[in-house]
């Protein structure tokens, strides 16, 4: 006799079927996991789940349907260079596994589906991609999927972080494996109000249509369709070659709101009577107040109605954000030391290099050739264009903070403590973003705006000026990275790469996942920061004996990771040196990539950008190519790139500007396995060919006593719309894994590179330091530190910042 629990699995199992599904002949799954097909593991079954509730929801377990954690610890090689097989976002996927939390969509009366993402969208583009796969398994169009972010949930432990390019491998199959149960569970509603069988039916747009005509919508039937218990379900998903949304290339949802300006991100929400909020920050990093001489003379300046020292510094609240920024100027701080107060790029440098771990293999004899590269990579900013801000309304029993959060678990706990309140009586609205760089995943400006709202018992909108995201801010850390290749008759034997950097807070949440999943990783006694890199770092090549170790240097700046971790930095160093290895062996940069590139995906993208960008081809003198390859986040990409270092164009005149050599020409090639959106991954490509080209070129920050001097964007040289190249082609490459790989961060790396392996060849003398003018003479004045503002805009013209 079959047990309740088959009985159940019986009934289900005939409504999850779709047109076409080949079921066993006695109704029941063979297993929810151990059918792969051609394209991957989508004709696997899986288990979703009818939740109680007036109107049909579903849900699906995040992180756990589409990632069996035991087959991927096994598969760790042991080799020193796991993250081929092995990467971060596995890492993500199987420290997410024991999360018990649900992901639900909602079906409504109207017809629509609702989804609440535990992600942030900053910018990437997920909510579209959401969407879409949502409405691909539940055959709805496109605008009927309403993809929202939800609060900071903890009962997902560590399954609510945005980073490391892992938002689609981790939520890939679980969205998909809850949309496809609303389906199963919608059809055989219809079928039992027509009392007809389930495969008479099909489904378009929403609409379910019976062969003699009868129809029924999704919303007509949300509420028949609901459970008064939670039930499982197993359904299979939707094959990809049925694909008709998914793969093919979409606008953005929100991309009609973000033009209008009808988009709405923490600043724009209203808060009732959350007024607009500001600190008077130190000159120095993480330097305190002493005292403030005029405390009371400042607290009746016109607009403020409050000033209060918090740890960051002085706040203060007013009627507009120009009377917080007249006040704070006007406040006469005496300040305390801060933590780097003697701290400049020339003692950081000295610093990371006295941390330098040796060579191990030293030069050889005569018959084999050393080739050594030494490269440096200065400070950088990781401000987004929104500047921090958060909305904050403490109570004494309660929170209540809007932001944009990559981590809002952690950003609550974090909170939570700061108010010395209980987390569960912390509330953490996720907003969207506009942009993160990184900058998100820390939630600096909660945490303070929580702290000044439990100080003044009000509610606040705080808002960081421009000139603090620059200098108090996260920045990407200063790093050196030195290799030591070995060539002997026509190969390379021997290839190390020892990477030294100011050391990278991994504090948001990120390092939480690693100590999770630590006993299952076959890493050793790694600290975070080595465990991220031995997960994100590899030489693509096949180049003998291989090994690439990081060390880091605890000193006390704020960091983060500037869209992306290690990997534009080291691979920038290993693609400079592999054009050194060329020229060593005789051959072309592009034929000698081509040789030694371990695999078939790794060598179509190289020869794409090769045959689009016309490899090879004659340029005048002081221009040229450049050609780089990298591979990460189950993904490879290859960049071809053009530029102009003659001095008609190094010496041209733009007002307020920085100029310099100008890329004139971008290939760029990805292959990501399987891409949901090309549109929108070609937009993200786009955005790193331009942070590339910033990195190689023009932006850095300059430390001098403890503080950076730039403090805007004027001044910080990020690639500007003049300085766009005239001619950029992305291609997004046809499906090979059929999975998808990770997108956000992927386009720096290898544009990068390229941009710095052109300019070596365009002026004969290979780059060894980055950006390449930041030794050159400031090309502007440093605002002042005291005052910590530029003075308030009056008209337009006038500006500081």
Not at 215 to 233: E, K, M, P, R
Not at 668 to 692: H, R, S, T, Y
Request: proline residues 6%.
């Amino acid at each position: 006799m079959a047990t309740r629990s088959q009985q159940s699995r019986k009934k289900f199992r005939a409504t999850a079927a779709r047109p076409g599904d080949d079921l066993p002949a006695d109704g029941l799954p063979a297993d929810f996991g151990e059918s792969p097909a051609a394209d991957g593991f989508s004709r696997r079954r899986f288990l979703g789940y009818l939740l109680a509730a007036p109107t049909l929801v579903v849900a699906a377990e995040l992180g756990t349907s589409g990632f069996r954690g035991n087959q991927a610890a096994a598969s760790i090689p042991s080799a020193p260079e796991p993250s081929d097989l092995f990467d971060l976002g596995d890492l993500l996927n199987l420290a997410a596994a024991p999360t018990s939390g649900l992901i639900s969509i909602q079906v409504n009366a109207d017809g629509t589906a609702s989804f609440a993402m535990p992600r942030a969208e900053v910018g990437q583009g997920i909510t579209t991609s959401v969407g879409m796969l949502i409405a691909e398994e539940m055959d709805l169009p496109l605008d009927k999927v309403a993809v929202t972010l939800a609060d900071a949930r903890p009962e997902l432990l560590i399954n609510q972080l945005t980073g490391g390019s892992n938002t689609i491998r981790s939520i890939y199959t679980p969205v998909r494996v809850a949309a496809a149960t609303a389906r199963a569970r919608l059809v055989a509603t219809a079928a039992a109000k027509f009392g007809v069988g389930v495969s008479t039916l099909t489904v378009k747009n929403g609409v379910i249509t019976a062969a003699d005509g009868r129809t029924a919508t999704y919303g007509s039937l949300a509420v028949a369709a609901s459970s008064s218990v939670v039930v499982s379900l197993p359904v299979q998903l939707k094959p990809q070659s049925q694909f008709t949304l998914v793969g093919t290339s979409q606008n953005r949802v929100d991309a009609l709101e973000a033009v209008t300006g009808k988009k709405v991100f923490t600043m724009d929400l209203v808060v009732p009577n959350a007024l607009p909020t500001m600190v008077c920050r130190p000159p120095t990093i993480n330097g305190t107040v002493r005292s403030v001489a005029n405390i009371a003379a400042v607290r009746v300046m016109p607009g403020v109605t409050d000033v209060v020292i918090v740890s960051t510094g002085v706040a203060v609240r007013a009627a507009t954000f120009g009377q917080c920024i007249d006040a704070v100027d006007a406040l006469q701080v005496t300040w305390g030391p801060g933590t780097e107060d003697q701290q400049s790029d020339a003692t950081v440098l000295a610093e990371v290099r006295a941390a330098q771990i040796p060579l191990a293999v030293p030069p050889l004899n005569l018959l084999a050739k050393t080739v050594d590269g030494d490269f440096t990579f200065y400070f950088r900013s990781n401000s987004p264009l929104e500047t921090n801000c958060a909305i904050a309304d403490v109570r004494s029993d309660r929170a209540e903070i809007w932001s944009s959060l990559k981590s809002p678990i952690s950003a609550q706990a974090a909170i939570s403590q700061k108010l010395g309140l209980p987390q569960t009586s912390v509330t953490c609205h996720v907003m969207q973003g506009g942009g993160s760089f990184g900058r998100h995943l820390f939630w600096d400006a909660a945490i303070e705006a929580a702290e000044i709202s439990q100080k003044l018992g009000k509610p606040v909108k705080l808002m960081w000026h421009r000139t603090d995201d620059f200098r108090h801010g996260r920045t990407h850390p200063l790093a050196t990275s030195r290799i030591r290749a070995t060539y002997l008759l026509g190969n390379v034997v021997s290839f190390e790469q020892r990477h030294t950097s100011v050391s990278t807070d991994f504090t948001h949440g990120l390092g939480e996942a690693i100590t999770s999943v630590a006993a299952q990783l076959p890493l050793g006694n790694l600290t975070f920061s080595e465990t991220v890199f031995e997960l994100t770092a590899n030489v693509p090549y096949n180049f003998g004996v291989t090994t690439q170790l990081l060390n880091e240097v605890d000193l006390g700046f704020h960091t983060s990771s500037a869209r992306n971790i290690y990997s534009p930095d080291v691979c920038t160093a290993t693609e400079l040196m592999v054009d050194k290895l060329a020229k060593v062996a005789g051959q072309d940069p592009y034929q000698f990539r081509r040789a030694f590139l371990k695999d078939a995906r790794s060598i179509a993208v190289l020869d794409k950008v090769a045959q689009v960008g016309n490899w090879g081809r004659a340029m005048p003198a002081g221009t040229a190519q450049g050609i780089a390859f990298h591979a990460e986040y189950k993904g490879v990409s290859a960049c071809l790139v053009e530029i102009d270092c003659t001095p008609a164009t190094v010496n041209r005149k733009i007002r307020d500007a920085f100029t310099g050599p100008r890329v004139t020409k971008v290939v760029f090639a990805v292959d990501v396995g399987f891409a949901l959106n090309p549109k929108g991954i070609e937009a993200q490509m786009l955005g790193g060919i331009m942070d590339g080209i910033a990195q190689t070129l023009t932006s850095s920050l300059h430390f001098k006593n403890g503080i950076p001097l730039e403090g805007s964007w004027d001044n910080y040289y990020y690639t500007r719309q003049w300085n766009v190249p005239p001619t950029i082609q992305v291609i997004v490459m046809p499906t090979t894994t059929g999975n998808p790989g990770g997108v956000g961060e992927f386009g720096v790396a290898a544009s990068m590179a390229a941009v710095a392996a052109a300019y070596g060849r365009a002026t004969g003398t290979m780059p060894s330091s980055f950006p390449i003018n930041h030794n050159a003479a400031l090309g502007f004045t440093p605002l002042p530190l005291e005052p910590p503002l530029p003075l308030e805009p009056t008209n337009g013209l006038t500006s500081g910042n």
